[in-house]
């Protein structure tokens, strides 16, 4: 008997060219002394696969069609190949709009603004959501406490109220700054 084989799709997220490979099986701690450098490097592209396995594809699965996108651009941004859930998502969608079965993309990959919501108000929320939580620490490294009249200061700044900066600042830190 030989030695037993890796299922070929492992093999499917090395980057030849750049040399940047690594194994979605890995621990934290393999994946962190395979090499973090940069956003190509073992550990990123690791983490960005954990990433789209564990959150992404949970996500899909209970009915969020929009993070089909979101999955794609982390597949572009990081070098890597399409998870089989998304690969099968993204040529359904496809297939619809290329076929005429549907009437627009957002129709073909059931993804459309939520009714009653703004454009302008979502994309200035999204514009503020990276734009509060730094104004926030950059006080804070000056010496500004964390508290209600920081938070009503930033959202001035930003023409929003405080109790919006503040939930704009903890949203930002549980999500982007979760402690694994």
Do not use: T
């Given at each position: 008997m030989g030695a037993k084989k890796k299922p070929a799709d492992k093999n499917l997220n090395i980057d030849l060219k750049a040399g940047?490979?690594?194994d979605p099986d890995w621990t934290l701690e393999q994946a962190?002394?395979?090499?973090s450098d940069g956003p190509l490097s073992p550990f990123w592209r690791w983490q960005r696969w954990q990433q789209l396995e564990e959150e992404y594809r949970k996500r899909f699965e209970a009915g969020d069609k929009e993070v089909v996108f979101t999955a794609l651009h982390a597949c572009a941004c990081s070098n890597l190949s399409m998870p089989d859930w998304l690969a099968d998502a993204y040529a359904?969608?496809?297939?619809?709009?290329?076929?005429?079965?549907?009437?627009?993309?957002?129709?073909?990959?059931?993804?459309a603004i939520p009714k009653g919501k703004h454009l302008?108000?979502?994309?200035k929320n999204r514009m503020?959501?990276?734009?509060?939580?730094l104004a926030v620490?950059?006080?804070r490294n000056e010496g500004n406490a964390?508290?209600?009249?920081?938070?009503?200061?930033v959202g001035k700044e930003f023409g929003i109220s405080g109790s919006s900066a503040k939930n704009l600042y903890y949203r930002y830190r549980n999500t982007f700054l979760k402690k694994s």
């Open positions: 940047f490979g690594f962190m002394a395979a090499g359904a969608g496809f297939h619809k709009w290329v076929n005429y079965r549907a009437g627009s993309l957002d129709e073909a990959f059931d993804v302008n108000a979502l994309r503020l959501r990276f734009a509060v939580p620490d950059k006080a964390i508290q209600q009249g920081l938070f009503e200061k």
